[in-house]
C-alpha cells in the first residue's frame, strides 16, 4: 500500500467509527422543542445569567434555596415564560416570542425546585414579602439604607471597601425594582452580601424596611440608559 493511501485508509476507519462527539448515521435527531433535559435547558437558557449551578451572576442566584422559600412555582415560570420588560431577562416562552414550549418552561421550574430548593430553610424566620404593591417612601428608605447597607456600599451608596455602587446609572437602568427587593431580601451569598436578617445582627429587616428602601434606590435610577441624576 503506498504512504498516501495508509493514511487515506486510516482517516476512513476513525470517521466510520464511534468517536467522540460524532453522531451515528442511527442516533435520533431532537429538534429544539423536543429537547426535555433540564441540564440541557438550563445551560442552554439560563445559566449565562444564572450560573452554571444557579448560583448567580449576572442575575439572581435560582439555586439559592432562600430565593426558593420566597418566590413560589408560578412567580419563576411567569418569569421564565414572558421575561421582564425594560431589563436584561428576556422572554422565553413561545407564545412570548420565544423559543421555549409550555413544557420545556415547566421542566425548568420544576428541575429548578427539585435540585435546589430546601424545605424548612427559613425555619420560624419570617422573611418580607417576595413582591409588594406599596410605592414605598424614599426618604425612610434613605435611612434604612444609611442603617443596614451603608457599611457595604458607602454612605451614598457609590461604593465603598467591601462593595461596589449600588445606584451606579447603568445597572439601575438595566435591573428593575422586583430585582432590587428580591436582592435586598435574599441577599447575594456568593458574594458575601447577607440576607435580609444579616445586614445588622439581631434587627433582621421588615417588609416596610424592603419596600421603601426598594423605593430610594428606584428614585436614582437615571432617565435614560448610563446617564446619571
Sequence with gaps: MKPGAFGLAVILAIASCGVPGRRSADSPVLS?????????LYAQN?????????????????????????????TIRRVTAEGVPGTAMPAFAQQAGGMLTDAQVDIIVSG??????????LGQAKPPAYATQAPGDPKHGETVFSINCSSCHGVTGRGGERASSIVDGS????????????IAIVGLPTMGAP?????????????????????????????FAGGSR
Design 171 to 182: 445597572y439601575l437602568t438595566l435591573v428593575s425594582n422586583q430585582h432590587l427587593r428580591t
Design 195 to 223: 440576607d435580609w436578617r444579616g445586614d445588622v445582627p439581631g434587627k433582621p429587616l421588615v417588609d416596610k424596611d424592603v419596600t421603601d428602601v426598594v423605593a430610594w434606590l428606584a428614585s436614582q435610577r437615571p432617565t
Design 112 to 121: 429548578i425546585r427539585a435540585r435546589w430548593a430546601k424545605p424548612g430553610i
Design 46 to 74: 439560563c445559566a449565562g445569567c444564572h450560573g452554571r449551578d444557579g448560583q448567580g451572576g449576572l442575575a439572581v442566584a435560582l439555586g439559592d434555596p432562600v430565593y426558593l422559600a420566597i418566590a413560589g412555582d408560578s
Design 32 to 40: 429544539p422543542a423536543q429537547v426535555s433535559d433540564f441540564p440541557i
